[in-house]
């Protein structure tokens, strides 16, 4: 394989971690070479003027639907990857149910080459815990973690890996290669015909519930089965008040357990569904504000990890239909930034280093990226993203780079924008737009 492509590229007037007087960093076929005030270009070096942006580590997303291979109506590995670059980010992970399945490493390899080729983001393949996400048979994890791809994360995200002796085996297996397994946590007996979560809300309306219950019996089993098996599980999307506290308790025992929370989970709750509009259904459903709240002080203390955007594309024909018969999931890429800023700091409750840490540093710590998440210094990889924190924009649903539609932002003012992106010392995105 070819080495990844780099660059230089000189950016001047911004703030690292949005502290102190704004600064230049110059970088050096993908490398921060220099960082202080009135820097010179090196030859052949881009120019970004930051105009005083915040400067953070390129975002890293644990959890993100590109639907190539098989699904390329609604969303490629190229739009993916351009509204991800919009959006701040310069790694993605994407989730292994696609058609076919990425259960191989055929798929993996080439969801990974494919990425590299396009250059926007580095697209890191998601491979399935089991064959087909059928919940029967181990896939060949082995084999897609030696492969091109090197796959690092294995998930069946859409389904959860709900026979508790499949998932011992499959957390053994993964232990003896050192990958990530994680999971979507949904005891399938609990959910059985649900489209809401199970609350005054959903009675109201008439729609089947899916109870809390459904994700902490799986959260607290799954901790349960990493402690035994002495390796770590990451749960994917959580979204209740309980996973918290399971959470809370489980690391308290040392178990190693890590979790994401996705920013629909951290802003929307469910008196959104009264309009019946299926673009706020969603797997695991808007819960309610209390749970809201949860999340986002769980985040703030890291009892949450990380934040990853959950981005699933369907198209139009998937959501324009009664709601019980809709697609469940929701655009995420371009909007994540924003709502972490108006639900985590505008409320105080991160500062912009807390920002760098649960979008960038530690889902790369999780997955054991090591280019990615990097503080901002001297020899370290410029993987950047640079954040005018005091211009909003307001969503327009044919105005982002996914190729579907299924924001439920839509019209909502965004609190704060990206300007650009830097992978590698390449410029990705710029004032909006994608450089290649
Ligand atoms: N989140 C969702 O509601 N949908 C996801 C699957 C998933 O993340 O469980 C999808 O692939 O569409
Ligand atoms: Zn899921
Ligand atoms: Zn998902």
């Not at 230089?8 to 960093?25: A, C, M, N, Q």
């Not at 953070?56 to 699904?71: A, K, M, Q, S």
């Not at 489209?195 to 729609?207: F, K, S, T």
């Not at 018969?325 to 972490?340: E, K, S």
Request: hydrophobic share 40%; net charge negative.
């Amino acid at each position: 394989m070819s080495a990844p492509t780099s660059g230089s590229v000189l950016i001047t007037d911004v703030r690292p971690y949005g502290e102190g007087e704004p600064i230049d960093v110059v970088v050096v076929d993908g490398t921060i070479n220099e960082i202080g005030s009135e820097l010179s270009a090196p030859a052949g070096a881009d120019r970004i003027d930051g105009g005083g942006a915040i400067l953070l580590p390129g975002l890293v997303d644990l959890h993100t639907h590109l639907r190539e291979p098989g699904r390329e109506d609604t969303e490629t590995i190229r739009t993916g990857s351009a509204a991800a670059a919009l959006g701040g980010y310069t790694a993605v992970f994407a989730m292994a149910n696609t058609d076919p399945v990425a259960d191989n490493s055929t798929v993996t390899d080439n969801v990974w080459r494919t990425g590299r080729d396009i250059g926007l983001v580095d697209v890191y393949p998601v491979g399935a815990v089991t064959v087909g996400l059928a919940g029967k048979q181990l896939a060949e994890m082995g084999m897609m973690a030696a492969g091109v791809a090197g796959v690092r994360m294995f998930s069946d995200d859409g389904k959860c890996v709900d026979d508790p002796l499949l998932m011992r085996r499959a957390l053994e297996y993964a232990k003896s290669l050192d990958v990530l397994i994680a999971q979507h946590a949904e005891e399938p007996r609990l959910t059985v015909g649900a489209v809401a979560h199970e609350g005054p809300n959903a009675a109201r309306l008439g729609l089947a519930g899916w109870p809390r219950a459904a994700e902490e019996s799986i959260v607290i089993r799954d901790a349960l089965l990493a402690r035994d098996a002495g390796t770590r599980v990451h749960i994917c999307h959580a979204s209740t008040e309980g996973t918290v506290e399971l959470l809370r308790w489980a690391r308290a025992q040392g178990i190693a357990i890590s979790a994401e929370v996705t920013p629909h989970h951290l802003l929307l709750d469910d008196s959104r569904l009264a309009t019946y509009d299926p673009v706020n259904k969603v797997n695991p459903p808007l819960r309610e504000a209390r749970d809201n709240i949860a999340l986002r002080q769980a985040l703030a203390d890291g009892v949450i990890d990380c934040v990853a955007t959950d981005h699933a594309p369907h198209a139009a024909q998937e959501k324009a239909c009664e709601f019980g018969q809709a697609r469940p999931g929701m655009l995420g890429l371009q909007t994540a930034l924003p709502i972490v800023v108006e639900t985590m700091v505008a409320t105080g409750l991160l500062d912009w280093r807390g920002v760098a840490k649960v979008m960038s540093e530690r889902p790369a710590q999780i997955v054991g990226l090591t280019d990615q998440g990097r503080p901002i210094e001297v020899g370290e990889p410029a993987n950047l993203t640079l954040i005018d924190p005091d211009t909003s924009w307001v969503v327009d649903p044919d105005g982002l780079a996914s190729l579907s539609r299924n924001t439920p932002y839509e019209s909502m003012t965004m609190p704060a924008t990206v300007t650009a992106t830097v992978l590698r010392g390449v410029v990705t995105a710029r004032d909006g737009e994608v450089t290649r």
